[in-house]
């Protein structure tokens, strides 16, 4: 059973930085897009980047400029570096991948459970 495991939130102030990282585990064949969402008390879950397996990397607006996702393939891993965070940016956030299963053609969408990350003073 495929297993997407988050680290790295916590508590941050305004304009400082964290790194939350994602690592997928068990029958994987291989991983097409990997992403992170995040969801505000109130609000629905929104995108906040995604990467694709060649490394093509796609941002919310919101975040431009101030996140960095990356992956490294070998190891089925999904990185979110968040600099100049916003009390906007509190939420949680959630890995996402989209999972092709050892004796599978079809692909299917992964969440892990979530890390809270809290920009505050």
């Known amino acids: 059973q495929v297993q997407l495991v988050e680290s790295g939130g916590g508590l941050v102030q305004p304009g400082g930085s964290l790194r939350v990282s994602c690592t997928a585990s068990g029958g994987i064949s291989s991983i097409n897009v990997m992403g992170w969402y995040r969801q505000a008390p109130g609000k629905e879950r929104e995108l906040v980047a995604s990467?694709?397996?060649?490394?093509?990397?796609n941002y919310a607006d919101s975040v431009k400029g101030r996140f960095t996702i990356s992956r490294d393939n070998a190891k089925n891993t999904v990185n979110l570096q968040m600099n100049n965070l916003k009390p906007e940016d509190t939420a949680v956030y959630y890995c996402?991948?989209?999972?092709?299963?050892?004796?599978?053609?079809?692909?299917?969408?992964?969440w892990g459970q979530g890390t809270l990350v809290t920009v505050s003073s």
């Open positions: 990467i694709t397996r060649g490394g093509s990397t």
């Open positions: 996402n991948a989209d999972v092709i299963q050892i004796g599978y053609l079809l692909s299917r969408k992964y």
